[in-house]
């Protein structure tokens, strides 16, 4: 496809120089820690937002922090840009490298370090898969809260890096609310531990700061999460409803009555069709929007919420109220969401956006969505975190096409640029990448990128960590 969003130049003194840094970079790591030939490269020229890719120079797969640190005060000698690496399932571009960048990969660091159940914490390595650490304490009792979809991939050290939610982040929060400390490894080399296993660390929230900045502040080699009890049951409850708007409004009124479920997801009509087809949840096909909506607690506390939360679903016209019915039921609901962008996959290509909207708003702008999307001659698909008002307009498009392709981007910028004109935001919770890099000025003024880029350039003031990401490239300091 056409590219329309450009890196930056790769230096040629680094090009240059490929035997070597590869033979300076085999010397700091173990035996098949280092991946240089093309086909090795290879899977690591792309993430999930698959429309772009660059081969990278070099790949490095340490096994230590300290080996990470070595790498890294090598490359910052040289001036050598570096792309921490999770398991590349990033839909905006964070993990694409660019031709003159190390990729740093952090999939050999895969080990539960210590689970505390006194303090209620994981210290994980940053290549802990998310789901891992669920299934490290299921058996106990506790989970870890936060899910994105892709959870059976992706690692710790990537949702960090892009501050991570899902579906039922509505009542735990998102990564930065599960987060207690990281062990990160500076553009030098330089190892430091920040926050712990309490609940507050001294000083500045450089947590706050490191999670979601996309690994332009460090390389985070170990992670102590919050663990959660599980709740005594959990249930979730299919409402259908014969528009989007009434569904939007029906979520706003819920949240807004002040009850919190842990979940409450929305798919229309294309979305539902696909996960129907997918995964026989047994969503149902006569409707044009349907909530997901999850209780949890005593059977006496869910029966209550379920009251209030039907009471509200039939003020907004609510027509069909299916509730699981088995463990098994529950488990199908939440398999076909969960497949949602995998399911879409099999019928088409698609780019996923992931704005946020004020819930007020929710109505107006899946509206809108639907008529921008149409005016471009392109089909929509909504599946997104409605409590959240974290929305995902999966567009579908023809990537072979190069027209269509740029229509795509075309549409999902306008949609973009409508939730924040709706007083949301340019990401809920995929990261600014570089997909939406160059929006950052319609949600920004350059005097707010300026604080921003001054605060990243106090952690690497070579501005080699993923150097093309999140910025605009004009309007950046000089190097
Ligand atoms: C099918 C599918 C469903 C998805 N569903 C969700 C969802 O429900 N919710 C959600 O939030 N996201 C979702 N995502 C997006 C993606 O899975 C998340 O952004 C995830 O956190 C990325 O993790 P990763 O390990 O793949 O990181 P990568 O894609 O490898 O990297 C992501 C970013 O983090 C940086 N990074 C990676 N590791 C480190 C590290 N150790 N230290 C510092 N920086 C690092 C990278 O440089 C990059 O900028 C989905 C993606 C797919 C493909």
Known sequence: MAETIGFLQPRPAVIARRREIAADLADLLPAGCLISDERGLKPFETDAFIAYRRMPLLVALPETTEQVAAVLKYCSRYNIPVVPRGAGTSLSGGAIPQEDAVVIGLSKMSR????????RTATVQAGVTNLNISEAVSADGFFYAPDPSSQLACTIGGNIGMNSGGAHCLKYGVTTNNLLG?????????????GGKALDAAGYDL?????????????????????????EGARPVLFGFASSEAAGACVADVIGSGIVPVAIE???????????????????????????VEV??????????????????????????????????????WKGRKSAFGATGRIADYICM???VPLSQLSHVLRRTGEIVASYGLRVANVFHAGDGNMHPLILYNINDPEDAARAESAGNDILKLCVDAGGCLTG???????????????FTQTDLDQQMAARAAFDPQWILNPSKVFPLEGRPAA
């Open 429 to 443: 919770e995929h990261g600014v990448g570089i997909e939406k890099r160059d929006l950052m000025l319609h949600q």
């Open 354 to 356: 992931d704005g946020t």
């Open 266 to 292: 929305f798919m229309d009509k294309p979305a539902i069709e696909i996960c129907e087809a997918f995964a026989h949840a047994g969503y149902p096909l006569d409707v044009e929007a349907l909530l997901i």
């Open 207 to 231: 947590l706050g700061l490191i999670c979601g900045s996309e690994g332009q502040l460090g390389i985070v080699t170990e992670a102590t999460v919050r663990l959660i009890a599980k709740p």
């Open 296 to 333: 949890e607690g005593s059977e006496a506390e869910m029966d209550a919420m379920l009251v209030s939360i039907i009471e509200v679903a039939r003020r907004h016209g609510v027509t069909t109220i299916k509730e699981s019915q088995s463990a098994l039921e529950a488990a199908l609901i």
């Open 112 to 119: 539960i370090l210590d689970v505390d159940f006194f303090n």
């Open 182 to 194: 990281v062990k990160m490894v500076l553009f030098d080399g330089t190892i430091v531990d920040i």
